[in-house]
């Protein structure tokens, strides 16, 4: 018998990157007295890993949970970027509605409307947080048409359309049900939430069903499964089989040692759970998303939305250059193979396959932000390595044609700078779909592209617009191969010996184009030093000294005027290298190389 359970709301806050849902998690956090009243509170607390600190951007869905007059609110903050769009869904899954929170000032972008459609399709309430209306130039009133509109291109149902609005500031910790009344506190949006929100029902009676939705790893008990207690109840030492939706033969007989619920930020110890509970679990060793954990009597799967394919792969290579070794913790084979595997305890859109040397892995992941996040993080634990340039995953149809993968592309645009983003797109193939007016005085134009076509062109975008362009894209399904695409136009400058860059070498350089690095770097034969401002690749000294003779003294070079080199940070070098190159990532230094250091072997495989 079905039972609805009062005392619990399950809600996922749901956004555009950036518009300010984890500073409104925290506010909740702080107003139904979470933290002490004199307690230090990091700002953004959600978003734990130091990436996530730094770009403002959540990578991971985290799981916390309030109490507002009796009633446990779990709220689970979920990525807004489009890379991540794997963990949307799956938590989605786990909630009966959602807090959709939009900036009073963009108003509805692309990622909005990538993860408000998941929500409709999965028939979710919505609550639309207008956030930021204290930004002077905040329009909240032209917000709201937005978002209409934009549930009504979604096909959103009479009920879904007739949902309430909440104007707040997260930052000021306010928030009102009136568009021209101030509000005190957060107090309309609980009530919204235990209003409008349904609470979570099942049969409490039934066997155990608990979907795993997300996957929290953890040095000390490994792998932590997270999930909603569909049916049933779940309890410590409780025997349970494990079942697979699209895995019909997978059977597996566990129990359960460790059982939690979210308080806060903090994991508690608890006894039992019963439906609606958002719990955690630990000491299934192999556990993974999609799991049902069942009862043995009904051991029943509940389905789940499968994973999205990787489209992009590199090769992550163990670092052979000359100066493999000095400047990192861990780098050999053994240690980077066994952090690649550990990446996919927590990270599922992720595939790391074996090639046929043992120097090398295949990493294929979501997108060019999805892996670079993680050669970031492995830099910054102390790994050292090499990456290849980032190449799309094909698929062949049933015809034995070559499919590639798409994007849908979204791109704000001051009106001047328009035709140069049309211009540029349309040579990477990009087929533009539509163009119209954006707020501010920006064209708003919508590509079809291949995801090929965007690798290594965001750098270029951001000079072409001057910093002020906004693009964004989501996977949109595979499509027809498009023809080759010319990458890059100019050629890499690359040292000839090793030793140490000086002065004057440097400035012999400089005409050629532009510097990656300055006076007093080390080099080696095979790097790349600097990018040169014709097709062709380049090979120079940059270590020459000036022959000294009676009449010139070597303070002569002092006066030689060297240009600032131009400092790649990991994206824009990740961007630059081309297929005959590597990037060099160690903790201390980005230094980009020819796959083949020594000249002569390097011209002889060009020719074949």
């Keep these: 018998m079905k039972q609805t359970r009062e005392d619990v709301r399950n809600i996922a806050i749901i956004a555009h990157v950036d518009h300010g849902k984890t500073t409104l998690v925290d506010e909740l956090l702080k107003q139904s007295g979470v933290f002490r009243a004199n307690q230090e509170v990091a700002e953004r607390v959600m978003d734990s890993n130091d990436i996530e600190r730094e770009r403002g951007i959540t990578i991971l869905s985290k799981n916390t949970a309030v109490i507002y007059k009796n009633t446990k609110i779990n709220i689970i903050d979920t990525p807004g970027h489009a890379d991540f769009g794997g963990e949307v869904e799956r938590v989605l899954k786990m909630v009966n509605g959602v807090i959709l929170v939009v900036d009073a000032f963009e108003g509805a972008m692309p990622q909005t409307k990538f993860v408000l459609r998941k929500a409709l399709e999965l028939q979710l309430p919505v609550i639309v947080c207008i956030n930021k209306i204290d930004r002077p130039e905040a329009r909240p009133r032209e917000v709201i048409d937005e978002v209409l509109e934009l549930f009504i291109d979604l096909d959103a149902s009479e ?10 500031s997260a930052k000021t910790g306010i928030a009102s049900l009136d568009i021209d009344t101030k ?12 209003d409008y929100i349904p609470a979570p ?10 979907l795993i939705s997300t996957i929290d790893y953890n040095e000390y008990v490994g792998r932590i499964g997270v999930g909603k207690v569909d049916n049933g109840s779940v309890r410590v030492n409780q025997e349970v089989v494990i079942v697979n939706h699209h895995e019909p033969d997978k059977m597996k007989k566990v129990k359960i040692s460790k059982l939690y ?3 806060g930020l903090n994991k508690v110890d608890v006894k039992e759970a019963n439906i609606g509970s958002i719990v955690a679990i630990s000491g299934i060793a192999d556990i993974h998303i999609g ?4 009862s043995p009597e009904s051991p029943v799967p509940i389905p789940f939305q499968k994973i999205s394919e990787p489209t992009i792969a590199m090769h992550f290579i163990v670092n052979d250059s000359p100066m493999a070794g000095k400047e990192g913790k861990y780098v050999t084979s053994r240690h980077l193979r066994d952090r690649l595997f550990r990446e996919l305890n927590t990270d599922v859109s992720l595939r790391v396959e074996e090639t046929d040397t043992t120097e090398t892995f295949k990493v294929s992941g979501r997108g060019e932000l999805h892996l670079s996040v993680l050669i970031e993080n492995m830099r910054r634990e102390g790994y050292e390595f090499a990456v290849s340039k980032a190449e799309v995953l094909y698929k062949t149809d049933e015809n034995g044609k070559r499919l590639e993968p798409m994007e849908l592309t979204y791109v704000d645009v001051p009106e001047e700078f328009a035709g140069t983003v049309i211009e540029k797109l349309s040579q990477r193939k990009g087929e533009l779909l539509n163009m119209g007016t954006a707020s501010g005085g920006y064209t708003r134009l919508e590509f079809s592209i291949p995801s090929r076509g965007l690798i290594g062109y965001r750098g270029e975008f951001m000079t072409d617009t001057k910093g002020n362009g906004i693009m964004n894209s989501i996977f949109n399904g595979y499509g027809p191969y498009k023809g080759d695409i010319q990458y890059r136009k100019q050629g890499s400058l690359i040292a000839f010996e090793a030793g140490e860059a000086i002065t004057y070498g440097l400035y012999n350089a400089q005409e050629r184009g532009t510097l990656f690095i300055g006076p007093g770097e080390k080099v080696y034969s095979g790097m790349v030093v600097g990018q040169n401002s014709r097709g062709e690749d380049i090979e120079l000294n940059v270590c020459k000294k000036k022959q000294l ?43 980009i190389r020819k796959k083949i250091l020594d000249p002569t072997m390097r011209k002889r495989a060009a020719m074949h």
């Design 549 to 591: 003779t009676n009449t010139r003294s070597s303070s002569a070079d002092d006066a030689l005027r060297l240009n600032p080199p131009k400092i790649l940070s990991l994206e824009q070098a990740l961007e630059f290298i081309d297929t005959d190159e590597l990037l060099e990532v160690t903790p201390v230094s980005l230094r």
């Design 261 to 263: 619920e979210f308080d």
């Design 201 to 210: 029902t099942g049969d409490p009676e039934a066997g155990t069903q608990v």
């Design 291 to 294: 799991d049902t954990i069942c």
């Design 159 to 168: 009920e879904q359309l007739d949902c309430p609005f909440i104007f707040a």
């Design 183 to 194: 509000g005190n506190d957060m107090t309309p949006l609980f009530e919204t939430i235990l």
